[in-house]
């Protein structure tokens, strides 16, 4: 009987009759599992490899350029002069000051330990929460601020940390490039490893812009609420930490009422954002550092500290509170041109090109502005010394109002010489010619001014005016020396510089500021060379501020009506009439009583509110038919090449022309006026022709007639043709 074998097994993974050992060499082979094994080992060992490589480059490079070699500007007392950097703003010629945004005055430097700790907490809960524990950026920061952008579409929202806004606000970045990023990045870990979190806060508190004129923790304690910094309550230091990236966005004494308001109300809106994150944040990240060992007992004060701001946050959102704004004097001057500047500065296209080059819209910059600094102080002077003589009359001002109450008298300083037409403080040292006619000796802080007759006089009879009620009263001689008398020495007056005549002491006015206000804009082809906001030149703006046309749009319907075939010797309608427009009617009046008809010449010479609305309402009375076709081409009202005739009957229709069948017989009639119109053009009776062009159709007089029971109106809507037709009698 044949013996049996059984059959060998085969081993995993092998082909069926191959045993182990065929299995094996088979494995050795070229191209086959072991290889692919052996290599994966090798890229895994290379990875490890470089990756320790890159490791101990990068901790050498940081070595090298962050903790060994991080620039002289990193010195402490190089970042304290970065820190007093100012930024100047020049006329145009860019060597006289207007003055600057930062001067070392401008600031009151604050110490870590002079920083309100409910300051410290709103700044980090709001800015960034994890300052007191990472590394100088965060990743978390920056993915926040990628999802945040990608939900909005835009930019809306950045990853920078308190450390990398510091490093920026101190060294600036040049653009939005992602090598100007990386710089940022580079200089807030030389920062981290040179200072400590509280210095890094330090250098943020007393950088950040504030006004035109100030930047700091300490100016903006002053600013917003005329305190010092450790007076301030929780609500203001959250509103404080909320403003940092947009001052003027939030400040509440910029601009007209409404602006203001709306001020205000951004601000409650911000504060309100900043206390909602205090109360969000764990207590532990707005404690400061973390403890070191044996810290463990002042930390957990700090912490508890936290918790109580946390408490009276959550308080403050659950009833309701106000930021009690209070504005502060400094010891430096703002100005409405410096004011209009940083305006600017924050507006396009200028916020636009900063932002590229990564500026602060107000640090560390030069700015050249369109300013003639001789135009200014001209403009300024002529202004101010007019205020002082109509201010006083029409207010009745007495001599008493001549010395404003709490100025001291000027300091000493013989290197501050007066200088033609620039204003300053004096005061009285005595008169002169007392028995002739008598004037005024003035201390300007060691330099001698005098006020003359013709200063005295002026003054006097502004004041006299005043008290009589009279433009043209005069003021007799006892009064002229009855002002001399009432101001006796060591009386602090507010004066003008009017000549500096040689070798002899300069001569001055003295001036008030009135309730009684102004402005100048001085314009060179299409560029502002002067501008006065005001009788005190500071706060609100008067030569921006909007206002109503007033009778300067009178002139441009005058410029308006020359064009369209009018002459300055035309007769104007100045009678009470009524004028439609938009289904609206409306009335003008007159300030005075003024004659039935006037010239175009004489409407404009005083100013004639009738005369100057019927030219309006007429203004293309003269044209052609050409001429009305090019005028309606320049409004784009007539129908395009190519136009449809529907599509152009839509869009004139948008633009407010709504030509329509009831519409047919004021044309007829406005067609037959111009006719009449024609023919009596070269007669005798020009007020004839003057009635008939005043005289309009009547579209829907009929209802305003209803609507009023005055006389006079009554009267001028009597002036239709819808009224007049039916009480025609035929000719036929």
Known sequence: MARTEKPKPRPAGGRPGEDTVAFKRRLRRPGCFGW????TALVAIATAGVTVAATVLLLGLYKYHIVDHPGPEFEPDAVRRIISQESPVYYRDGITPVGVFFENEHRVYVPYEGLPTPWVVSIVAAEDDAFWRHPGFSAWHVLRAMRDNLRAGGVVAGGSTLTQQTAK?????????????????VNALRLEAHFDK??????????????????????????????????????????????????????????????????????????TYVLGRIVAVRPELLAGPPPHRGEEAAFEKRVAAVRKLQAEAARLLDRGFEIPFRRGNFRYESSAVLDEVARRLSEPPFVDILGEKGFD?????????????AAEREATWALWHHLTEVGIQLEAKTAAALVPAGVKPPRFDPDFPPTRHEFRYGSVRGVLDPEGKKHLELDLGGHTCVVDRDGIARLAAAIHRGQKKSAS???????????????PPGSVVWTSVRELPPGKPALCDIEVRPELQGSVVVMDHGQIRAMVGGNDNRNFNRATALRQFGSTWKPLVYH??????????????????????????????PDHAPPDSVSMAWAGVTSENLASVWLLYHLADRLDHEQIRRLAGSLDLVQRPGEAGDAYRTRIQRAGVLPTPNRVAESSYLQAR????????????????????????????????NRTSDPVRLTALDNSWVWFEPRVTSCA
């Open 473 to 487: 009263a005069k003021v007799p001689t006892v009064g002229v020396d009855a002002l001399v008398d009432a101001l």
């Open 674 to 705: 111009h006719e009449v119109l024609g023919g009596l053009a070269y007669g005798s009776h020009p007020e004839d022709e003057l009635a008939l062009q005043s005289m309009p159709y009547g579209w829907g007089y009929a209802g305003e007639r």
């Open 560 to 589: 308006a009506a020359l064009q369209l075939g009018w002459s300055s010797a035309d007769i104007l309608d100045n009678r009470r009439n009524v004028f439609a427009f938009s289904g609206s009617f409306y009335w003008p009046s």
């Open 169 to 185: 606000n101190l060294f600036y970045r040049q653009d939005r490039s992602l090598r100007s990023k990386g710089m940022e990045l």
């Open 36 to 39: 692919s094994a052996r290599a």
């Open 198 to 271: 509280t210095e890094i806060l330090t250098f943020y508190a007393n950088q950040f812009h504030v006004t035109g004129n100030g930047r700091g923790f300490g100016i903006a304690a002053r600013h917003f609420f005329d305190k010092e910094p450790e007076e301030l309550t929780l609500v203001e230091c959250a509103f404080l930490a909320g403003l940092v990236k947009a001052p003027a966005w939030y400040d509440p004494f910029l601009g007209d009422e409404t602006r203001r308001t709306a001020a205000i109300g951004r601000a409650k809106n911000r504060t």
């Open 361 to 373: 819209p107000a640090s560390g910059l030069v700015v050249i502005t369109t300013l003639d600094a």
